[in-house]
């Protein structure tokens, strides 16, 4: 004999439910690095896109050369800053055709730092990003890879796409 229970499950006090109509990710952030190995964290983001309907950034670091003088590669980043405009927008096309609310942004500095102030800064609600194997022979430095170390210091849930 099975005997059918009822939830008795109540909010905890000083808490409010939200309403259905409140999508849980307002806005997705993916960190790409633009190569081939962000098809599937993409095509995730996409998915989470249209079941939530939120705001979808697309959000791309270019890594700071360490050592150098102030403003020595100004042009340099200047050129690298307008070629990866570009190719976010490319791929927020797909975003934009589905009649997604999609941005892009570039930033030059440490990847994972730069990801993690832009959730904040943003009030991102979840991060979607591609976690990369260590390449054979490739050495690990430091804290390890930006999915790990975003892992770590970002506030909000993070997806991460293998």
């Known amino acids: 004999m099975t005997r059918r229970t009822r939830s008795t ?14 999508p849980l990710f307002r806005h997705i952030m993916v960190p790409v690095d633009l190569s081939d190995r962000n ?30 003088a ?36 570039v930033r030059v500095g440490e990847p994972a730092a730069e990801i993690v102030r832009a959730t904040l800064r943003e009030r991102v609600n979840l991060v979607v990003m591609g976690s990369h ?7 690990q430095r430091g804290w390890g890879t930006t999915s790990y170390k975003v892992g770590i210091f970002c506030r909000c849930p993070i997806l991460l796409v293998k």
């Open 70 to 105: 102030p403003g020595e590669f100004d042009a340099f980043y200047r050129r690298l800053v307008e070629r990866s405009e570009r190719k976010l927008r490319q791929i927020a096309r797909k975003f934009a055709e589905g009649g997604f609310d999609v941005r892009t942004a």
């Open 133 to 139: 194997k260590v390449r054979p022979g490739g050495r």
């Open 39 to 68: 098809e599937r964290a993409l095509g995730a983001a996409l998915v989470l896109a249209r079941e939530h309907g939120g705001r979808v950034t697309l959000f791309h670091v270019i890594q700071r050369v360490s050592g150098s």
């Open 9 to 22: 499950a109540r909010p905890v006090a000083g808490t409010r439910r939200l309403p259905r109509s409140t």
